[in-house]
C-alpha cells in the first residue's frame, strides 16, 4: 500500500496568512492526488484534484503543486472560513490512501 | 443537484451484520462508479472500496481491513449502493460516507458526498 504523510499535523496561523501543506508519497503517483477540506461534523470537500486542478467553485487562494512524491496544498491569503483539517489523497493504486490530516488552526 | 442520502447506520453488536444504502439522485446513476469512505471517531479518513459502473462490469475493489467482510453492490434501477457489512468489529465504528468519483470505472478525487451514517459496533 501506498502510504501518505502529511505535515505539519497542525499549523496554527492568523487570516491574511499564506500556509503550505505538504503531503509526501511512498512512491510515486504521478499526478494523482487531491486535497480535501473538512469542518467538525461536516463530510469532506474537494479541493484539488490531479494535484493542480482546482475543483469548480473552490477560490483562487487555494493552489496545488507536485508530481511524483512530493506535493503541496497553498492557501494565498488565509480567510477564517479556512480554519479546518485538511486530507491529501492518493488515487494512483489501490487501495486509495489518504494522509493522516493537517488540522489548520488559528493562532 | 447532486444528492447522495446514506441510510440503515446504527447500533450493532460485534460479529453482525449491517447493510448500508446510498439513494444517489441528480445524475445518470449508472455511468458512474461509486465509492465508500470511513472516519471512525476522532480520526481521519479511511477508504473502505469501491464498484465500477456495469459498463466495466460492475468490479470492485476494497481496502484490506474490510476485505472479506464487506460487499459493495448496487441497483442501477433504483439508483442506489450497498454496503454489506457482515463480522463486525467494534473498529468498525466509523461514519460511513457514501462518495461519487468524478470517473465511471476509478474512484479517487470524489468531488460528492453524503452527509454520513454513524455505525457504533458495541456490545
Known amino acids: 500500500d501506498i502510504q501518505m504523510t502529511q505535515s505539519p499535523s497542525t499549523l496554527s496561523a492568523s487570516v491574511g496568512d499564506r500556509v503550505t501543506i505538504t503531503c509526501r508519497a511512498s512512491?510515486?503517483?504521478?499526478?494523482?492526488l487531491a486535497w480535501y477540506q473538512q469542518k467538525p461534523g461536516k463530510a469532506p470537500k474537494l479541493l484539488i484534484y490531479?494535484?493542480?486542478s482546482l475543483e469548480s467553485g473552490v477560490p483562487s487562494r487555494f493552489s496545488g503543486s507536485g508530481s511524483g512524491t512530493e506535493f503541496t496544498l497553498t492557501i494565498s491569503s488565509l480567510q477564517p472560513d479556512d480554519f479546518a483539517t485538511y486530507y491529501c489523497q492518493q488515487y494512483n493504486s489501490y487501495p486509495i490512501t489518504f494522509g493522516q490530516g493537517t488540522r489548520l488552526e488559528i493562532k | 443537484e447532486v444528492q447522495l442520502v446514506e441510510s440503515g447506520g446504527g447500533l450493532v453488536q460485534p460479529g453482525r451484520s449491517l447493510r448500508l444504502s446510498c439513494t444517489a439522485s441528480g445524475f445518470t446513476f449508472g455511468d458512474y462508479a461509486m465509492s465508500w469512505v470511513r472516519q471512525a471517531p476522532g480520526k481521519g479518513l479511511e477508504w473502505v472500496g469501491f464498484i465500477r459502473s456495469k459498463a466495466y462490469g460492475g468490479t470492485t475493489e476494497y481496502a484490506a481491513s474490510v476485505k472479506g467482510r464487506f460487499t459493495i453492490s448496487r441497483d442501477d434501477s433504483k439508483s442506489i449502493a450497498y454496503l454489506q457489512m457482515n463480522s463486525l468489529k467494534t473498529e468498525d465504528t466509523a461514519v460511513y460516507y457514501c462518495?461519487?468519483?468524478?470517473?465511471?470505472?476509478?474512484?479517487?478525487?470524489?468531488?460528492?458526498w453524503g452527509q454520513g451514517t454513524l455505525v457504533t459496533v458495541s456490545s
Open positions: 512512491q510515486s503517483i504521478s499526478s494523482w
Open positions: 490531479k494535484a493542480s
Open positions: 462518495t461519487r468519483p468524478p470517473s465511471i470505472a476509478a474512484a479517487g478525487g470524489e468531488g460528492y
